[in-house]
């Protein structure tokens, strides 16, 4: 298989996500996944969830079905400087930490602004990767970012959802190409994730596969290709990934 690992999901916890845990477990499984990481919705989002979900990860298995479990949120940059919410000992805890830019917790500014979002959000020591920067809406200078998320090891996601045809995303295609072609030129790695909020949508990675193909992206800058290189680069930032 091309991707062992959806690095991007969504559980019940977010009323607006409908599966437990051990179903996005049981259909990774199935679906041949041998990383799942389950990546809730930080507070601040409308329908986001309670810190003290992220706080009590320690209680889930780390593996299910013979699939190694991530346990993180998906954090919402606040401010054009970058800031995010939960506090530095949650982030600490977590498996890894995605920043996404939502409309609902930050008006998209001027690209200016929305480039300057992103580069303070990387600036976090336990921010892993950069979720789907790939809106129109919310226009960015991608090789701004990219010669950031360079000098901060963070990794740049591609997320299946913003390609299906039917999101409510702008320009995704034509953004996530520029994104490619600079993470290319740059050598920076790029984290996957089905951004599901449903179990069967898990390991749906068709569009990006695709799309991938098309620029032909080297698979040595892909994080999903094995568990090892998942666990060593979010490792970096997780040591205890790294434990045993
Ligand atoms: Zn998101
Ligand atoms: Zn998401």
Not at 16 to 26: G, I, L, P, Q
Not at 95 to 108: G, K, M, N, V
Not at 152 to 176: F, G, I
Not at 208 to 228: A, H, M, Y
Request: aromatic letters at 8%; glycine letters at 6%.
């Amino acid at each position: 298989m091309r991707f062992i690992a959806d690095l991007h999901n969504h559980t019940l916890a977010s009323v607006h996500a409908y599966s437990s845990v051990t179903e996005c477990a049981r259909e990774a499984a199935a679906k041949g996944l041998s990383i799942l990481a389950i990546t809730d919705h930080a507070p601040n989002l409308p329908d986001g969830v309670h810190e003290l979900h992220f706080m009590n990860y320690h209680v889930l298995d780390r593996e299910m079905f013979g699939v190694r479990m991530l346990y993180g949120a998906e954090l919402n940059i606040g401010d054009y400087q970058g800031s995010v919410d939960l506090e530095e000992f949650i982030w600490k805890r977590m498996d890894l930490c995605i920043a996404s830019f939502h409309e609902f917790t930050l008006l998209p500014g001027s690209r200016a602004e929305n480039t300057r979002a992103y580069l303070g959000a990387m600036q976090n020591p336990y921010v892993d990767i950069i979720g789907h920067p790939d809106d129109g809406k919310i226009p960015v200078d991608f090789d701004a970012l990219a010669r950031e998320a360079k000098r901060m090891d963070v990794m740049l996601e591609v997320n299946n959802s913003s390609l299906k045809a039917a999101h409510y995303r702008l320009n995704t295609r034509e953004n996530l190409t520029e994104m490619l072609k600079m993470c290319e030129k740059y050598g920076i790695l790029v984290s996957i994730g089905s951004d599901s909020h449903y179990h069967g949508a898990i390991g749906r990675l068709d569009e990006v596969s695709l799309l991938i193909d098309e620029v032909g992206f080297p698979d040595e800058l892909i994080v999903n290709t094995s568990k090892e290189k998942v666990l060593k680069q979010l490792g970096k930032k997780h040591p205890h990934l790294l434990e045993g």
